[in-house]
């Protein structure tokens, strides 16, 4: 490790959790810990105005308890504006548990974890998120009754990977509606980078019109079997950033658009569901403006998932489910012009009516 590098980590672990960059005026972090089960886990809670703070549980091996609290912080911020951008009566939060989700992950640890959610009375309410499951939400509704994305023979509406994917779907079209004038996907070429439950959904949707699909996963054994079944490409060029494709889809971990990635991008359309793609979001989100690259805004477009959890707690079904999630293009498309209309970064016309939402909210009180 160089000695940068030892310095960078030393001014980070001196700051306090009020002085992090992705600390946006958090109303509560709530840190939770258990040496019986093993568990370590941070829940953000950044916004309640316009009601409880609902957002997923990610368990994950971070490299150290700063990068899990910098992701608590950043997911659960764009929780609070993916709910207010699509009109649902929601806050922002967002949990991680600190672990290998294949090898540490028990129903033990996730019983305690919910208990941990229970403590908060509704100020949060968990999902399913990155290495998490719906048996996991089943796990965690037997102590709790906070959760969301509770299997379907349990009063549930499932698995949200699916909402989700159709969502950034419906997103992509918009995009390219907006870029080449027309919806239709075929014969473009899409790379989805990451190919989990919705990288692997959002591969169908491209497929079966008849897209140019792409893929790339650090997972060989999901590549191979993704490529056999929907008859995707498995990308083999040194540089995913780099690749000569019409559109670029990350659909892992966020942060991809970053100072090293973006003056390598060929592809004329980022829209993809991994939370919190621009690694700056003012900063990268005008270069990519300035570049002519059409980014639809992550917390906009994979808002599919909430959509379908959310159904949960107001009652209605699949079809309003989809009906709802279907809205994300016109949203897109009313978003993407607007931000051309006013020379400004398409993140920052989604920004701009998500807090204005949260603002006439508060002045309502």
Not at 38 to 59: E, F, S, Y
Not at 163 to 173: C, D, L, R
Not at 236 to 256: K, R
Not at 272 to 296: C, F, M, P, S
Request: glycine share 10%.
């Amino acid at each position: 490790m160089t000695v940068d590098v030892l310095k960078a980590n030393e001014l980070k672990k001196a700051a306090p959790v009020f002085g992090q960059l992705s600390f946006d005026d958090h109303e509560q972090v709530v840190f939770c810990n258990d040496k019986d089960t093993g568990l370590k886990a941070i829940i953000g809670i950044h916004n309640t105005v316009l009601g409880p703070a609902l957002g997923g549980t990610r368990m994950w091996n971070y490299n150290s308890e700063w990068d899990a609290l910098n992701d608590v912080l950043r997911l659960s911020r764009g929780m609070t504006f993916k709910s207010a951008v699509t009109g649902l009566n929601l806050g922002g939060g967002k949990a991680v548990i600190i672990g290998d989700a294949k090898t540490q992950k028990t129903p033990e640890l996730m019983r305690k974890f919910g208990e941990f959610v229970h403590s908060l009375s509704g100020k949060y309410i968990t999902a399913e998120d990155v290495g998490m499951e719906t048996a996991d939400m089943d796990t965690v509704r037997e102590v709790t009754p906070y959760v969301t994305g509770i299997s379907e023979d349990k009063g549930g509406a499932g698995n949200p990977s699916p909402i989700t994917a159709y969502g950034v779907y419906m997103g992509m079209k918009a995009a390219a509606k907006f870029k080449y004038g027309s919806e239709n996907l075929e014969g473009k070429s899409v790379l989805v980078q990451g190919i989990g439950h919705v990288g692997e959904s959002l591969v169908d949707h491209l497929s079966k019109e008849g897209a140019k699909v792409l893929i790339s996963d650090i997972n060989e054994e999901r590549l191979q079997q993704v490529s056999k079944q929907y008859g995707a490409v498995i990308f083999e060029g040194a540089d995913v950033y780099g690749a000569n494709v019409d559109i670029y889809a990350p659909c892992a971990l966020g942060a991809t658009v970053n100072d090293d990635t973006i003056d390598r991008f060929k592809a004329s359309i980022i829209a993809g569901a991994a939370n919190n793609q621009l690694a700056d979001d003012t900063k990268h989100g005008i270069i990519l403006r300035e570049k002519g690259i059409v980014y639809a805004p992550d917390f906009l477009i994979n808002a599919g998932g909430i959509i379908n959890v959310y159904a949960e707690l107001e009652g209605y079904g699949k079809k309003e489910i989809m009906e709802k999630t279907e809205n994300i293009y016109n949203t897109t498309l009313e978003i993407l012009n607007n931000a051309d209309a006013n020379g400004i970064s398409t993140h920052e016309a989604a920004l701009k009516v998500a807090q204005q939402r949260i603002a006439d909210r508060k002045n309502q009180r």
